[in-house]
C-alpha cells in the first residue's frame, strides 16, 4: 500500500435556477409572449429573494399559455378582484405584495391592460409603470379606460421587481408575474323625454304646458333602418308625475 495515495473525492453541487412565467394565452386570436426559449418572448423571474405579489408564488420550466390565465396554478393572489371596466371611466385597482424586510431597494410594478385586444403590451395600455410598492397592501392610482377600448374579454399582466423600467417581456433579477382575465364592458347610454300637452302644437314643451302621467312608453330596436315588423321592444317604462321618463343601461350605437 502506498500510504501518500489520496482516495477522496471532491464534488460539487450547483442548484438549478428556479423562475416564475407567466400564462397568457399564446397562439389564434389572442397570441401573447407567454412561452419560448428565447427570454425576449416571455416574462421571467428568478425566485428566491421571497418578493411576490401575494403571498405565493409557483415555479414553472416555461410560460404555460392558457385561455383563463391559470395555466401556472393558483399563485395568482396579488390583485383580490380586477373590475369590468367601462371605456371612459376611471378605476382605481388593490393589491397585496410581500416585501422582505432584507429588501432595502425600491420594489416597483409595472401593468398593462389589453385594452384593443390584439395579444400585444402597448406604451397607451401600461397603467402602472415603475408604481412604488411596499410590503402589505397597495393601490394602483385611478387611471382611466380610453374610449377606444374593445368590448370583451382581454387580458392584463403585472410584473413585480426591484428592477424598474420592465416591459411586459424579458427578465426580472426577481419578483413575481401576475397574469390575469379581465372584462372590458360596451358602453351604456340613456335616453330620455317628457309626453306632455303640446297646446300650441309647436313641437316644444313650452312653460305651463302640463306632462302627462302614467303614459306608457317603449322603446324600439330597428338596427338595420329597415323597420322590423313586428317591431323589437327593448325596454318599456311609464312616464312620472311631471310626465318624465327615462331608459337607461343601454348599449352604444
Given at each position: 500500500?502506498?500510504?501518500?495515495?489520496?482516495?477522496?473525492?471532491?464534488?460539487?453541487?450547483?442548484?438549478?435556477?428556479?423562475?416564475?412565467?407567466?400564462?397568457l394565452?399564446e397562439?389564434?386570436?389572442?397570441d401573447f409572449?407567454t412561452?419560448?426559449?428565447?427570454?425576449?418572448?416571455?416574462?421571467?423571474?428568478?425566485?428566491?429573494?421571497?418578493?411576490?405579489?401575494?403571498?405565493?408564488?409557483?415555479?414553472?420550466?416555461?410560460?404555460?399559455?392558457?385561455?383563463?390565465?391559470?395555466g401556472?396554478?393558483?399563485?395568482?393572489?396579488?390583485?383580490?378582484?380586477?373590475?369590468?371596466?367601462?371605456?371612459?371611466?376611471?378605476?382605481?385597482?388593490?393589491?397585496?405584495?410581500?416585501?422582505?424586510?432584507?429588501?432595502?431597494v425600491?420594489?416597483?410594478?409595472?401593468?398593462?391592460?389589453?385594452?384593443?385586444?390584439?395579444?400585444?403590451?402597448?406604451?397607451?395600455?401600461q397603467i402602472?409603470?415603475?408604481?412604488i410598492?411596499?410590503?402589505?397592501?397597495n393601490?394602483?392610482?385611478?387611471f382611466?379606460v380610453?374610449?377606444?377600448?374593445?368590448?370583451?374579454?382581454?387580458?392584463?399582466?403585472f410584473?413585480?421587481?426591484?428592477?424598474?423600467g420592465?416591459?411586459?417581456?424579458?427578465?426580472?433579477p426577481?419578483g413575481?408575474?401576475?397574469?390575469?382575465?379581465s372584462?372590458?364592458?360596451?358602453?351604456?347610454?340613456?335616453i330620455?323625454?317628457?309626453?306632455?300637452?303640446?297646446?300650441?302644437?309647436?313641437?316644444?314643451?313650452?312653460?305651463?304646458?302640463?306632462?302627462?302621467?302614467?303614459v306608457?312608453?317603449?322603446?324600439?330596436?330597428?338596427?338595420?333602418?329597415?323597420?322590423?315588423?313586428?317591431?323589437?321592444?327593448?325596454?318599456?317604462?311609464?312616464t312620472?308625475?311631471?310626465?318624465?321618463y327615462?331608459?337607461?343601461?343601454?348599449a352604444?350605437?
Amino acid at each position: 500500500d502506498d500510504d501518500n495515495t489520496d482516495l477522496t473525492v471532491d464534488l460539487g453541487f450547483t442548484l438549478p435556477l428556479v423562475y416564475d412565467l407567466g400564462d397568457l394565452p399564446e397562439g389564434g386570436l389572442k397570441d401573447f409572449p407567454t412561452a419560448g426559449s428565447n427570454a425576449a418572448d416571455r416574462a421571467r423571474h428568478l425566485l428566491g429573494s421571497g418578493l411576490t405579489l401575494g403571498s405565493t408564488v409557483d415555479s414553472e420550466n416555461d410560460g404555460q399559455p392558457s385561455i383563463g390565465a391559470d395555466g401556472d396554478g393558483a399563485d395568482e393572489d396579488g390583485f383580490p378582484y380586477l373590475p369590468n371596466m367601462m371605456p371612459g371611466q376611471s378605476y382605481a385597482i388593490p393589491f397585496t405584495a410581500t416585501v422582505p424586510g432584507a429588501i432595502t431597494v425600491p420594489v416597483y410594478l409595472n401593468g398593462w391592460i389589453d385594452y384593443n385586444c390584439d395579444g400585444t403590451f402597448q406604451a397607451g395600455e401600461q397603467i402602472a409603470t415603475d408604481l412604488i410598492v411596499t410590503d402589505g397592501a397597495n393601490t394602483i392610482p385611478a387611471f382611466t379606460v380610453p374610449t377606444g377600448a374593445i368590448p370583451g374579454t382581454t387580458y392584463s399582466r403585472f410584473r413585480l421587481s426591484t428592477t424598474s423600467g420592465l416591459s411586459a417581456s424579458g427578465d426580472a433579477p426577481d419578483g413575481e408575474v401576475e397574469d390575469y382575465v379581465s372584462r372590458i364592458l360596451r358602453p351604456i347610454g340613456a335616453i330620455g323625454n317628457y309626453v306632455w300637452v303640446d297646446e300650441n302644437s309647436d313641437g316644444a314643451q313650452d312653460p305651463g304646458e302640463p306632462g302627462i302621467p302614467n303614459v306608457t312608453v317603449k322603446l324600439l330596436l330597428d338596427a338595420d333602418g329597415s323597420g322590423p315588423n313586428p317591431p323589437v321592444v327593448v325596454q318599456s317604462t311609464q312616464t312620472d308625475t311631471s310626465g318624465g321618463y327615462l331608459f337607461t343601461d343601454l348599449a352604444s350605437g
